[in-house]
Nanobody, 123 residues
Framework: VQLQASGGGLVQAGGSLRLSCTSSRRTGSNNGMGWFRQAPGKEREFVAAISWNGSITSYADSVKGRFTISRDYAKNTVYLQMNSLKPEDTADYYC?????????????????WGRGTQVTVSS
């Protein structure tokens, strides 16, 4: 399984970006998917996750109400809509496929990881 994240870029505070994560094959239909991020000099942290059927989502407190995770099975793609961006959202963002069907925040439960896409929010 190969995951490809895209959609990062430079945006001003208050702006929006939509990240996409596309799988190399029709996979993950029974797996939860998640987004994580890592800022320079910081540990990787959970951002958002979605269950296998999209019925359950979970978010880090820092992004609740601003970010929305969704998935399109026909396109084998998971999205992260990021609104009201803040400078502290600046990080490399990674998508990952969970070993299980849940929308989990535990990074150790994720078996496959994509390469990061960089998000920079200027003040």
């Amino acid at each position: 399984v190969q995951l490809q994240a895209s959609g990062g870029g430079l945006v001003q505070a208050g702006g929006s970006l939509r990240l996409s994560c596309t799988s190399s094959r029709r996979t993950g239909s029974n797996n939860g998917m998640g987004w994580f991020r890592q800022a320079p000099g910081k540990e990787r942290e959970f951002v958002a996750a979605i269950s296998w059927n999209g019925s359950i989502t979970s978010y880090a407190d820092s992004v609740k109400g601003r970010f929305t995770i969704s998935r399109d099975y026909a396109k084998n793609t998971v999205y992260l809509q990021m609104n009201s961006l803040k400078p502290e959202d600046t990080a490399d963002y990674y998508c990952a496929q969970n070993r299980w069907s849940v929308a989990g925040s535990d990074a150790t439960r994720y078996a496959y990881w994509g390469r990061g896409t960089q998000v920079t929010v200027s003040s």
